[in-house]
């Protein structure tokens, strides 16, 4: 449909890179600070999305027939990847969706209590709680960047925290790695313990032996 001479100058236009490697996330301190700092209706969105790793879309869509309390999951089904996505209820969520009070005309979970509708955006409401919490430079979506640096930190494989954010390839959940340095010096000491001692004492012992004959 577009004229050839048209294409090319499309063509020769560069567009802006993108910054994929921004990587913000809170202390568990400021965490806790957020959450207090939030207005009523946003406290439980924020606490769902620091404890589930759930996309700001996923969160505000988030209905009553996807939470299984009984087995304590929260099934997407309609994810960004288009694969169906489980994420496991821990006791906080479990205790914030116990407090939630349900309308029975309202399928969703967080809705405007006057209008009935579901939240579309609570930017306004987020950006007064990080003023409130003196948090800067940071944004929404960096609260799954949270969830998934203090699962990394506090020990969590990276394949499990791929499974848990719903990233198709580990290579987009590779970029947590850098914050596990104790992995590494962990599978260090692994090695010794399988190794054993006798590799150390046998190499002492040579070492010994070939000055002895210099000697």
Known sequence: MVEEDILKKIR??????ENNRRLRYLSKEDCHTLIN???????PIVTLALNTGMRKGEVLSLKWDNVDMKNGFILLDQTKNGERREIPINETV????????????IPYIFF?????????????????????????????????HTFASQLVMAGIDITTVKELLGHKTLTMTLRYAHLAP????KAVEILERQMGTDTLQLHDISTKKGLAVIN
């Open 12 to 17: 020769k236009v560069k567009l802006l890179p």
């Open 37 to 43: 700092s939030c207005e009523p209706h946003l406290k």
């Open 94 to 105: 479990k205790r914030t969706l116990q407090r939630i009070s349900r309308r029975l005309d």
């Open 112 to 144: 405007n209590s006057i209008t009935g509708k579901q939240f579309q955006d609570v930017r306004r409401s987020f950006n007064t709680a990080l003023r409130r919490s003196k948090i800067y430079d940071f944004h929404f979506h960096d609260i799954r």
């Open 182 to 185: 104790s992995h590494k010096v």
